[in-house]
């Protein structure tokens, strides 16, 4: 069974940073595609970043040179540093292997100007 857990995210400021982590298990993560996504309040949820086995990454453009993606397969887990944060970064952010499997819990960013 698949196990997304995502934290770090938080209340900051406009052009503040946080960190999220999501550690997966129950899937082989180094061999995985790995997404970040979020959903705002009224909206439908969108990709943020990927990154594949290979460390190949691909943003979205709303958050291209300020967010990135990065795996520790190690640790099986996935980041995403968000610097630069804007009031419309505001949402409810998951991780998810692509293809999906169940969602997790999500952690709330809320950037405040």
Known sequence: Q???VESGGGSVQTGGSLRLSCV???????GSVMGWYRQG?????????????????????????RFT???DNV?????LQ??????EDTALYYCNTIPYNP??????VTVSS
């Open 103 to 108: 969602w997790g819990q999500g952690t709330q």
């Open 82 to 87: 968000m610097n630069s944060l804007e009031p």
């Open 41 to 65: 309040t009224g909206k439908e949820r969108e990709m943020v970043a990927r990154i594949t086995p290979l460390d190949s990454t691909q943003y979205a453009d709303f958050v291209k040179g």
């Open 69 to 71: 993606i990065a795996r």
């Open 75 to 79: 640790r099986n887990t996935v980041y």
């Open 2 to 4: 698949v196990q997304l």
């Open 24 to 30: 997966v298990s129950g899937v082989r993560f180094s």
